[in-house]
């Protein structure tokens, strides 16, 4: 697929912006005219306040799938997302899941797609600062999810090509399975210590369907003895489960917590994903009744969605284009932003810093 030479932007984005604008610039006038909070002998003098910007809303995403907020502390929300040493206004990530590479020239379409577009694969490290605080990654990232256990032979025919052209790591679901070749241990613990091949935990037997009429045995098996295959094996805990054949529900996802995973990765294409803005579903959708809806557990960060590779070619230049224009669109807010920013959170947490 060709890269659009001149994306654009919707017409609906610039009718926003240029509402925001009219906004901004009817709110400041009559709330500079009202004084800001002090003392008045007794009396503490009360300020409006503009009501803060909704979510970008992308128009890539199906209607169904609608973008999910996760930090509920608003200052320190709109500290991340301003402070200059963070990740820029619309950086995006799209996550891909890989299974069985059967295909090797449509794996390289979309790897060639990705860096033609000027995506940069990143780790789970980098992945979870970005989401947990806006820590700054490439502002288009791509984690690459390669789910189950496979010999080197895999990660050197499909993946260490472009570790060693680009330095993109590639994460693997590794499934403790207790019958997994000794041979396939040891190969992916060199992979593991030469550094570009990130084991996360995918549950500890390979046919495992978690959902919440699952067992407590076989949710503590999953989640738990992944925990201690890490320890021993790879020497290291991982802070990311990938739901091993996509199934998940709130129990799952509460045990998963409990057990100090950060990060959960779910089997559904919703979209891409940004710092605080994580498309999900309420409903169970007809059209795709295999998609689990994941808005009821509240807990976007454990029901992070993901392409599959056969359709990853055909969504990058969305991907691209959604997070240019979010970024438009959060420049467009920045003074609502910071004007609340600075009546609200600056006493407590100070100024955001400058650039």
Known sequence: MKQKTNPGISYNLYFAIFLIGIFILTSCKTLNAIATPEKNGTEIVQVALPPLPASYQSPYLNPRDTPHTYVEDTCQYLRNKWNP????????????????ISHPLEFTKVMVQLQSQGFKAINIKQFQSFMERNIKIPVRSVLLIQDGNFETKNFDQNFREYWERFGWPVVNGWISQPDTSESVRIENKI???????????????????????????????????????FAEHYGKTP?????????FGLRPVQAARQLRYRLGFTSNMRGPVMYNWVPLADNIDPARPSYIPEGSINDPLMTLPRYP??????AIDAVRVSGEESAVYQEANKAVDFYYYNLVCKPTLGPIPEQ
């Open 191 to 229: 992979l593991e210590n030469e550094g570009w091949v990130d084991h996360q935990a995918q549950g500890v037997i390979s046919d495992t369907v978690l959902s919440d009429d699952s067992s407590k045995a076989v949710i503590t098996r999953e989640l738990g003895d992944s925990l201690t295959e």
């Open 239 to 247: 802070s990311a489960f990938i739901w091993p054949n996509g199934g």
């Open 309 to 314: 590779a056969e359709q990853a070619l055909n």
């Open 85 to 100: 040493e963070n990740a820029e206004p619309g950086t995006i990530v799209m996550i891909i899941m890989f299974k069985d």
